[in-house]
């Protein structure tokens, strides 16, 4: 697996938050899809984040949240928009992997990336900050199914 160091900006983003199993529909992207094109905040302009909260080795599917994000101008009045979650992702190190593959497979990147890549580096987890997952395409639309997803983990150097 090709990763990268990458230094990231901070975002402000609004979000639908979802409780339950990753591996379920996730219907709360269609919701903050169509508040976003409703409000013109859509690639190439925005970008659409979503967030895994929990690690489902450790918390029940259930119970496991998702943010499903899209990032904000700063001139953006968040005060007109009362139906919607606001909040800002803190920038800085993070190693990036590009991943194509099932959707269910992005759980398998997370494992590499936290018990074979990061152990064997200068860096350790940023438990401080979220990882990130850049959504580059609508796995709906690929010929097969697959979601193009720039994951984000964030780091800082060992012993910092």
């Known amino acids: 697996m090709n990763v990268l160091i990458k230094k990231l900006p901070e975002y402000?983003?609004?979000?639908?938050?979802?409780?339950?199993?990753?591996?379920?529909p996730q219907a709360h992207w269609g919701k903050l899809i169509q508040w976003s094109v409703n409000n013109d905040l859509f690639p190439p302009h925005q970008h659409f984040i979503g967030i895994s909260l929990d690690n489902p080795s450790l918390v029940e599917g259930d119970n496991c949240r998702h943010d499903a994000c899209v990032t904000i101008p700063k001139d953006f009045e968040k005060e007109n928009h009362s139906d919607m979650q606001f909040k800002r992702l803190d920038g800085g190190l993070y190693a990036f992997y590009p991943f194509y593959d099932a959707p269910e497979k992005l759980n398998l990147s997370y494992e590499y990336m936290y018990k074979n890549w990061l152990p064997n580096t200068d860096y350790e987890a940023d438990y401080d900050r979220y990882n990130l997952e850049f959504n580059m395409n609508n796995p709906a639309a690929d010929p097969e199914g697959k979601c193009k997803i720039d994951l984000y983990v964030p780091v800082k150097e060992r012993g910092l």
């Open 12 to 24: 402000e983003v609004a979000f639908v938050r979802r409780i339950g199993s990753y591996f379920e």
